[in-house]
């Protein structure tokens, strides 16, 4: 079992920036690639970004490219979302996912590849 802990959403005006970060216990932290969703009132969960176990490949929705940076910390065990120039349009309960089952560049962006889940942190921009 991996348990996942999200925190630092908020409220931000457009422009501004947060930083979400995951914190991960249980089993070993480097074992597993991890992910970020969001899920919009009314939508269905998408993905954001996704990092390898090493740290060394990242995966960005076309949506933050250029505006968002994921990133780990293994000896922390800890996964971060960088989220600059923030968008109304990005608000969304973001979630943290890990999975040790996808391999392959397009597993990294369905939520059916993640095997566990944080409880998910508000973010909110206003405009």
């Known amino acids: 079992q991996v348990q996942l802990v999200e925190s630092g959403g908020g409220l931000v005006q457009a422009g501004n920036s947060l930083r979400l970060s995951c914190a991960a216990s249980?089993?070993?932290?480097?074992?597993?690639?991890m992910g970020w969703f969001l899920q919009a009132p009314g939508k269905e969960r998408e993905f954001v970004a996704a990092i390898s176990r090493s740290g060394v490949t990242t995966y960005y929705a076309d949506s933050v490219k250029g505006r968002f940076t994921i990133s780990r910390d293994n000896a922390k065990n800890t996964v971060y979302l960088q989220m600059n120039s923030l968008k109304p349009e990005d608000t969304a309960v973001y979630y943290c996912?890990?999975?040790?089952?996808?391999?392959?560049?397009?597993?990294?962006?369905?939520?059916?590849?993640?095997?566990?889940w944080g409880q998910g942190t508000q973010v909110t921009v206003s405009s």
């Open positions: 249980g089993r070993t932290f480097s074992g597993y690639a």
């Open positions: 996912a890990a999975t040790s089952r996808a391999t392959s560049r397009s597993s990294y962006y369905f939520d059916r590849s993640y095997d566990y």
